[in-house]
């Protein structure tokens, strides 16, 4: 019994330290995005999910990577950290965080691929990257998906 709790413990505390860290990699890569573009003051707001700035020089290209930089920095940093995954470390929150960080940010890929089609058939909400994304770049969204 003991292991099982344990184990609950360790995959909620995974879960929620993963919805965390994804959130702050989301909004750094829209930040990112906005240094790049010569943004200044930048604020990041983990609780809001919000990154905010003054200024910067931004056109539909860079726009567009903004809204998309956002799903993608996270995507490519946990991507890439499988590559120093070793199947051989026996530590249950080792395991853990490569399989829940891992999941979220692989789940947060099917946005960008089940809303650009449903965007045919339907409007989206317009606070969401993807639906951003799609405004700005005008991309089809047979594309984008």
Same mark, same amino acid.
């Given at each position: 019994?003991?292991?099982?709790?344990?184990?609950?413990?360790? $995959?909620?505390?995974?879960?929620?330290?993963?919805?965390?860290? /994804?959130?702050?990699?989301?909004?750094?890569?829209? $930040?990112?995005?906005?240094?790049?573009?010569?943004?200044?003051?930048?604020?990041? !707001?983990?609780?809001?999910?919000?990154?905010?700035?003054?200024?910067?020089?931004?056109? %539909?290209?860079?726009?567009?990577?903004?809204?998309? $930089?956002? !799903? %993608?920095?996270?995507?490519?940093? !946990?991507?890439?950290?499988?590559?120093?995954?070793?199947?051989?470390?026996?530590?249950?929150?080792?395991?853990?965080? /490569?399989?829940?960080?891992? $999941?979220?940010?692989?789940?947060?890929?099917?946005?960008?691929?089940?809303?650009?089609?449903?965007?045919?058939?339907?409007?989206?909400?317009?606070?969401?990257?993807?639906?951003?994304?799609?405004?700005?770049?005008?991309?089809?969204?047979?594309?984008?998906?």
């Amino acid at each position: 019994m003991a292991y099982k709790l344990k184990f609950a413990f360790a $995959a909620f505390g995974m879960a929620f330290a993963s919805l965390v860290m /994804y959130v702050l990699l989301h909004e750094s890569g829209h $930040a990112l995005v906005g240094v790049l573009c010569g943004a200044s003051n930048i604020r990041i !707001s983990i609780i809001s999910a919000h990154t905010s700035w003054c200024g910067g020089s931004f056109n %539909a290209i860079t726009d567009s990577l903004c809204h998309a $930089a956002g !799903s %993608a920095l996270p995507v490519c940093i !946990s991507w890439g950290a499988m590559i120093f995954y070793s199947k051989s470390r026996k530590s249950l929150v080792y395991q853990m965080t /490569y399989v829940v960080f891992f $999941a979220v940010t692989t789940v947060s890929v099917l946005s960008w691929v089940f809303l650009p089609v449903y965007s045919m058939y339907a409007p989206l909400p317009q606070t969401d990257d993807v639906t951003k994304f799609l405004n700005t770049s005008g991309i089809s969204p047979v594309l984008v998906s």
